[in-house]
């Protein structure tokens, strides 16, 4: 199957700064990618859609000036935690869409903020 | 009524058994169907994708989907240990912009 990255696989960070996670599809181009976050013992809530090319379009509920979004080409997306705070310690898990629409996910990203 | 329902369990069998995990959605518009495994603090693996009704078969894996009752199953045949897992299952309406609906998980423990 597909393969697709995320880095880092893990981050811990002070309250205040910002961490950029990137996700990246190995063996396949991907138009959309899909960001998800989740809580222990909950399923995946998505966050934002993210075009190659265009902005990304963000769930209701979501604060796109604080979760910044980019998919600079067919196999990159990276997401931006800006002015992390403890609330935002979660896991974010990643995803690429293929060209038959079959979504594979990325092996998420564990973020603590202190 | 959830868009997507899928029983949490926990679902506790002996190794060996066959497993069956099942979800049920009220949206007809579905058309994509999947079935992911996903372990502890691991991203979603898929194991199975079907387009409308009918069954797919994938090794020690089958999954279902019967449209007009708008229910979809995973058969796991010979389970091992290796199995227990969270099972997500996981549609959408189409291609292009269309978004995933997931079931909320239901965690299976298979026992040596």
């Known amino acids: 199957g597909a393969v697709v990255s995320q880095h880092p696989s893990w981050v811990i960070c002070k309250s205040g700064t910002s961490v950029k996670i990137e996700c990246r599809s190995l063996d396949f181009q991907a138009t959309t990618m899909f960001w998800y976050r989740q809580f222990p013992k909950q399923s995946l809530m998505l966050m934002a859609t993210?075009?190659?090319?265009?902005?990304?379009?963000?769930e209701q509920g979501v604060e796109k000036d604080k979760f910044l979004i980019n998919h600079a080409s067919l196999t990159l997306s990276t997401l931006t935690v800006t002015s992390a705070h403890p609330e935002d310690s979660s896991f974010y898990i990643c995803?690429?869409?293929?060209?038959?629409?079959?979504?594979?996910f990325g092996p998420g990203t564990r973020l603590t903020v202190l | 009524q959830k868009e997507v329902e899928q029983d949490p369990g926990p679902l506790s069998v002996p190794e060996g058994a066959i497993v069956s995990l099942n979800c049920t959605y009220s949206n007809s518009a579905f058309q994509y169907f999947m079935w992911y495994r996903q372990y502890s603090r691991k991203g979603p693996e898929l194991l199975m994708y079907?387009?409308?009704?009918g069954n797919k078969e994938d090794g020690r894996f089958t999954a279902q989907v019967d449209k007009s009752s708008k229910y979809i199953s995973l058969f796991i045949r010979d389970s091992q240990p290796s199995d227990s897992a969270t099972y997500l299952c996981a549609m959408s309406a189409g291609s292009g912009y269309s978004t995933l609906t997931f079931g909320k998980g239901t965690m299976l423990l298979v026992s040596p």
């Open positions: 079907t387009y409308s009704s």
């Open positions: 993210s075009n190659e090319g265009s902005k990304a379009t963000y």
């Open positions: 995803s690429a869409r293929d060209r038959l629409s079959v979504e594979y």
